[in-house]
Nanobody
Framework: QVQLVESGGGLVQPGGSLRLSCVAS????????MNWYRQAPGKERALIAS????????EYQDPVKGRFTITRDNAKNTVWLQMNNLIPDDTAVYYC???????WGQGTQVTVSS
């Protein structure tokens, strides 16, 4: 079955950086667009970044555009999210998923606070 394991979150000061990882299994990774989502306290889960099957096309939602970078390695079944210049509004649980989405992993908590 599909398994998605996110890691790399933590507590970081405003302006800091984190790199999230997502290791996927249970499906043919290279055949799927991969997305990163986040869910802030009291809010719905929201899509923030997407990457094409080959990794040559990326898209970002406005709140993270210019600060976050999504990449993937199909040989490693892994997608990453490099997050720079973090702000308190980035505080959330971060998830990855394929498109169309399947079952969700446990996510990784990112907290931006001084």
């Amino acid at each position: 079955q599909v398994q998605l394991v996110e890691s790399g979150g933590g507590l970081v000061q405003p302006g800091g950086s984190l790199r999230l990882s997502c290791v996927a299994s249970g499906f043919t990774f290279r055949l799927y667009v991969m997305n990163w989502y986040r869910q802030a306290p009291g809010k719905e889960r929201a899509l923030i970044a997407s990457i094409s099957k080959s990794g040559d096309i990326t898209e970002y939602q406005d709140p993270v555009k210019g600060r976050f970078t999504i990449t993937r390695d199909n040989a490693k079944n892994t997608v990453w999210l490099q997050m720079n210049n973090l702000i308190p509004d980035d505080t959330a649980v971060y998830y990855c998923n394929k498109y169309p989405p399947s079952s969700w992993g446990q996510g990784t908590q990112v907290t931006v606070s001084s």
